[in-house]
């Protein structure tokens, strides 16, 4: 009986195991996870589980730690919920708001990573980037590494990735891979512009800064001087 009720628990664990997403590993303000039709007060070291959504409220900023370590950063009046595009593959899914997220590198104990918005998807294997999600558009930039993005019709699983120029509608075979300095964005329309911006100029934006600065303290910088930066907006949220 005793070994049969062991293997008995050690399925349940490993179920449950499977159905964890992300833990809070930085919190400001207030956040609630919804989970089941139920709203939960989140924490420093809440425990999120496959499917959950997570909503910042205002003046909130979050940090999620995956168990590869990738973190996933949510500005305030953000809204993502924690979906995978595969087994032990997080792809969340923006709603709204502000995603940052510094993925752990394939091949150093990463497990692959994308963010996926209304209009678009992107598929990383290792790289700094941000992800805006408004009503009309959604937004991507590169500030390190490579990122594969396409329409939120692409499969992220089996990429095809071309590169195509000037807006157009992105059919479901296509990719667009943005180099660092480069960002897309996607419209409802189904049309999509691709520019380039200055990653160090970009950090006199407060949420830029900041994740710059977090990332600096997880050891895994990819600017060289985030303190020099100056802004005309003042950050909130400055510690």
């Not at 990463?110 to 290792?126: E, I, K, L, S």
């Not at 990429?159 to 897309?184: D, M």
Request: charged share 25%; glycine share 8%.
């Amino acid at each position: 009986m005793v070994p049969r009720l062991a293997s008995v628990l050690a399925l349940v664990a490993t179920a449950m195991a499977s159905q964890e997403a992300a833990k809070f590993s930085y919190l400001v303000g207030s956040a609630q996870v919804r989970r089941g039709g139920k709203s939960i007060p989140a924490r420093v070291s809440f425990a999120c589980q496959v499917g959950d959504t997570v909503v910042l409220s205002k003046a909130s900023r979050a940090e999620l730690r995956y168990p590869d370590n990738t973190l996933l950063r949510l500005e305030e009046n953000s809204k993502a919920v924690l979906t995978q595009r595969a087994k032990g593959v997080p792809e969340p899914t923006l709603l709204g708001g502000k995603a940052w997220a510094n993925v752990k590198k394939i091949g150093q104990g990463g497990t692959g990573f994308g963010v996926r918005t209304p209009t678009a998807v992107a598929a990383v294997r290792g790289t700094v980037f941000r992800v805006s999600d408004a009503d009309s558009s959604s937004n991507v930039r590169l500030y390190e590494g490579k990122v594969d993005v396409g329409s939120a019709k692409t499969d992220s699983l089996a990429r095809i990735r071309h590169e195509v120029a000037g807006p157009k509608e992105v059919s479901l075979e296509n990719w667009v891979r943005l180099l660092k300095g480069e960002e897309v964005t996607f419209n409802r329309d189904g049309t999509w512009s691709r520019g380039k911006f200055s990653p160090k100029a970009d950090l006199v934006d407060p949420w830029t800064r900041w994740n710059a600065q977090r990332d600096s303290a997880a050891g895994r910088p990819w600017a060289t001087d985030t303190s020099a930066a100056a802004s005309t907006e003042p950050d909130p949220f400055k510690e």
